[in-house]
């Protein structure tokens, strides 16, 4: 008996046995299958982000691309502006007697790769050398508004370089070279050309005006047009030359660019650009950015989104600007602010829940993308956060974007922006009836206070006649209840 007990007791401690096993095996298979699929699902938000972020700075289009027998390839392009320079080394024919040819080909490359280090670190293409000649365009393949300004410190920096070859040469008592350099700005095509060999070129009458500027120009100088000069000459000096006759253009007027403002440039010496400079380049990059992200917001999101459209981004970003210079705000805090007010709600593209998150991780990938720096692109998302529904505002620049975001409370067009944000609603959170959301929005306003005195001042009278303007609804309302 105490042996039949037994076996009957260790087949249940077995069965048991197998049971937690099973039962473990089974909970951590669907653990895995839980973390793989949210690992699916977070992969593939970042993808779209990456994706999204790509498409805004690229400005991307499928038409863009054509489809031939060879592949995928990219369609002659025009471009509205785009910046031309033209280098030309000087005493060439002079050197040439002097030195070898595999001595004159060393020296012809050590300039050129210099040059091509110069114009990749201002984002502008390389387009061809055609002998002692070099060739580059900025604005392109990527369009942007700074082209010109960053062509030109390409130029000054090509010179810079050549000036202090001219200084080692000078002391070791050999020839030297000298650079002619021309720009212009203005209209291009681009493609593709050749066949076994292909290569990317432009044309137009930009790329002859320029060609005609450096060589009208003077060795050692920056000839540019006036076409050019009235594109830069907030962040340049410049020496007027007079005009120069074009090819069924008429004329055109040439400036020698004597180097960068001082108060612009590193020591007030007009040959690099300092922090001030950088900003305010920024904030041509800006528009840039504004009208890529505007133009998605306006196209991709969706019908539905009947406050949190592109017009509400538009009127945070108008309202921050206005509440910065009344707050007397620097120029780099602008920027931050106003590239902030920009994102905040770009997150809609992605999702609707937790947009917040999704503005955040578009600002990183795009941001990065039109020269910020890392500490501004960590500023930038700290204040997206503020626009959390119950997030406070930790310091000054906090406080201006949540009123500007907020600004709508106080306006005269109140009520019609109210009633947009209660159909979205309606669309995504479910059913409220027009009552509770007026109450609500009673209940909000009431215990709503603006942070900053410029808000204060432009918006917090309006927005007690809101509020009373809204009670005035609520009772109407009951009237006829």
């Known amino acids: 008996m105490i042996e039949y007990l037994s076996n009957h007791i260790f087949i249940l401690i077995i069965f048991l046995l197998l049971i937690i096993i099973t039962t473990v095996i089974w909970i951590r298979n669907y653990i895995s299958r839980k973390v793989e699929k949210l690992t699916h699902e977070r992969v593939a938000l970042a993808l779209k982000v990456k994706e999204k972020a790509h498409r805004i700075q690229t400005q991307y289009d499928s038409e863009s691309v ?139 009458d930009t790329v002859n005006i320029a060609s005609r500027m450096e060589s009208s120009g003077i060795a050692g100088e920056i000839n540019v047009s006036g076409t050019t000069w009235q594109l830069v000459n907030e962040f340049f000096e410049g020496e007027y030359r007079g005009k120069m006759p074009v090819k069924y253009k008429g004329e055109t007027d040439m400036y020698f660019v004597r180097g960068i403002v001082p108060e612009l440039s590193v020591n007030g010496l007009g040959k690099e650009p300092n922090e001030l400079f950088r900003i305010r380049l920024q904030h041509i990059r800006f528009v840039d950015m504004e009208e890529a992200i505007l133009n998605r917001l306006e196209n991709e999101l969706s019908d539905d989104l009947t406050y949190h459209n592109m017009k509400h981004t538009v009127d945070v970003v108008t309202q921050a600007e206005i509440i910065g210079k009344g707050e007397n705000i620097s120029e780099e805090e602008m920027l931050l602010v106003k590239s902030a007010a920009l994102f905040h709600d770009s997150g809609f593209l992605i999702t609707y829940e937790n947009h917040e998150d999704n503005s955040i991780e578009l600002a990183k990938e795009i941001l990065q993308m039109y020269g910020f720096l890392e500490d501004q692109i960590q500023e930038i998302t700290e204040l997206i956060n503020v626009t959390r529904k119950d997030a406070k505002p930790r310091n000054h620049l906090e406080a201006i974007l949540k009123d500007a975001d907020l600004d709508y409370l106080g306006r005269s067009d109140f009520i019609p922006v109210s009633q947009n944000l209660y159909k979205e609603i309606q669309t995504f959170n479910g059913k409220m009836s027009i009552s509770e959301w007026n109450r609500k929005q009673i209940n909000f306003i009431s215990n709503h206070k603006y942070y900053t005195k410029t808000a204060k001042n432009l918006r917090q009278v309006k927005k007690e006649k809101q509020l009373n303007a809204l009670r005035d609804l609520m009772d109407n309302q009951s009237k006829f209840q």
């Open 66 to 204: 054509v489809h031939t027998h060879q592949g995928p390839k990219k369609k002659s392009r025009k471009y509205q502006k785009v910046t031309v320079l033209f280098a030309d080394i000087q005493g060439f024919t002079r050197i040439v007697e002097q030195l070898n040819p595999e001595m004159l080909i060393d020296e012809l490359d050590q300039f050129f790769l210099h040059f091509d280090e110069i114009v990749e670190k201002y984002d502008v293409e390389k387009i061809k050398t055609i002998g002692d000649a070099y060739m580059c365009a900025g604005g392109l393949p990527l369009k942007n508004s700074t082209n010109p300004v960053e062509v030109v410190l390409a130029g000054i920096e090509m010179q810079n370089f050549m000036e202090e070859m001219r200084r080692l040469k000078t002391i070791e008592h050999k020839e030297y070279w000298e650079l002619r350099i021309g720009i212009h700005t203005g209209p291009v095509i681009s493609g593709m050309v050749g066949r076994k060999k292909i290569s990317f070129d432009i044309w137009g």
